[in-house]
């Protein structure tokens, strides 16, 4: 089965602080895809990054950056010096290679950024 | 550009009644998926479109639920006789190409539906 379990139901933080969101999957597939969705209170989900199964170099982009490692069955998502626009809800999503795309996510984690 | 669009943007039903529920996606995206997103919880796959074409419905929960997309643009899920484990929001979204677990390109959400059946 696969599975992707955020296990962090909320965190809450002060504004400039660093935060990670922990993410893990499980899943038979040898190509996979994993990815972070945003989900701010007006409710669309936002897409941030896609990652595949062979690539496991971290990636950075701007005040978010990215560790994916194999080895743990892990991709974790980090913000760096979080500002109160940060707080959403954090979405892991996998999606198997041999699926049509199809995404499953996790339970998500409430992120607060307090000022 | 407009994105994708879902309407109505809350729908209050009793139980029992049948409801509708619309998804315009990007023009002329390919794909097009729904999802279903209990309170507290990530979304859950429900059904995928290509086109026109229905390629994968595991995800619907009962024979209660029904998706079309008959000219491949516009989408409706149907919901009959609504129960109240049928509260939740629907999420619609889609993507420029056809689905493939090899290469997933990123999937583009409509603001969702928020169904409540009392």
């Known amino acids: 089965a696969q599975k992707v379990t955020q296990a962090q139901t909320e965190i809450s933080v002060v504004e400039k602080e660093d935060v990670t969101l922990d993410c893990v999957y499980e899943?038979?597939?040898?190509?996979?895809?994993l990815f972070w969705y945003k989900q701010p209170p007006s409710g669309e989900l936002v897409f941030l990054i896609r990652?595949?199964?062979?690539?496991?170099q971290n990636e950075i982009s701007g005040r978010y950056s990215w560790n994916f490692q194999k080895s743990t069955s892990s991709f974790n998502f980090t913000i760096t010096a979080s500002q109160v626009v940060d707080s959403a809800v954090y979405f892991c999503?996998?999606?198997?290679?041999?699926?049509?795309?199809?995404?499953?996510f996790g339970r998500g984690t409430q992120l607060t950024v307090w000022p | 550009g407009a994105g994708v669009s879902q309407s109505p943007r809350y729908k209050v039903a009793k139980r029992g009644q049948d409801v509708a529920l619309r998804c315009d996606p990007i023009?002329?995206?390919?794909?097009l998926f729904w999802y279903q997103q209990a309170l507290g919880q990530g979304p859950e796959f429900l059904t995928y479109?290509?086109?026109?074409?229905?390629?994968?419905k595991s995800g619907l929960p009962s024979d209660r639920f029904f998706a079309e997309r008959p000219e491949g643009s516009v989408s409706t899920l149907k919901i009959q006789r609504t129960q109240q484990e049928d509260s939740a929001v629907y999420l619609c979204?889609?993507?420029?190409?056809?689905?493939?677990?090899?290469?997933?390109?990123?999937?583009?959400f409509g603001p969702g539906t928020r169904l409540t059946v009392t």
């Open positions: 479109f290509q086109n026109e074409a229905q390629l994968d």
């Open positions: 899943t038979r597939d040898t190509t996979y895809y």
């Open positions: 979204a889609s993507s420029l190409v056809r689905a493939s677990g090899n290469n997933p390109y990123e999937q583009y």
């Open positions: 023009s002329g995206h390919v794909s």
């Open positions: 999503a996998l999606v198997r290679g041999s699926t049509l795309g199809r995404l499953y």
């Open positions: 990652r595949n199964s062979f690539d496991e």
